[in-house]
């Protein structure tokens, strides 16, 4: 299960999915995800960066977390992808 593990600089979102370790961190301006099968390779991975150009609201980085860590698994991902 995902759960945000912090609000605020940084953003964080951690848990399993799956049977997979996910992690995704928002601060500075930019955001990370990474996927291990355990917590220590999930955080050390950046499978995915980007430039966010503003603060990622909690549960947004939440679904954000979510949908990449579908993608990742090869699942289909629904219309919690198209959400603002």
């Known amino acids: 299960m995902l759960k945000i ?7 964080q979102v951690e848990g399993t999915y799956n049977g ?3 992690y995704l ?3 500075h301006g930019f ?3 990474g996927v291990g099968d355990s917590q220590d390779e ?6 995915v960066s980007a430039e966010c150009p503003e603060f990622m609201d909690p ?7 979510t949908v990449l860590a579908k993608i990742y698994l090869g699942e289909e991902v629904g219309d919690e992808a198209h959400q603002g």
Do not use: M
């Not at 593990?5 to 953003?11: D, G, L, S, V, Y």
């Not at 549960?59 to 977390?65: Q, R, T």
């Open 31 to 33: 955001w990370y995800f």
């Open 20 to 22: 997979k370790y996910v």
């Open 25 to 27: 961190r928002e601060r």
């Open 42 to 47: 999930a955080v050390g991975d950046e499978t």
């Open 5 to 11: 593990t912090c609000h605020a600089a940084p953003t």
């Open 59 to 65: 549960d947004h980085a939440l679904e954000l977390a």
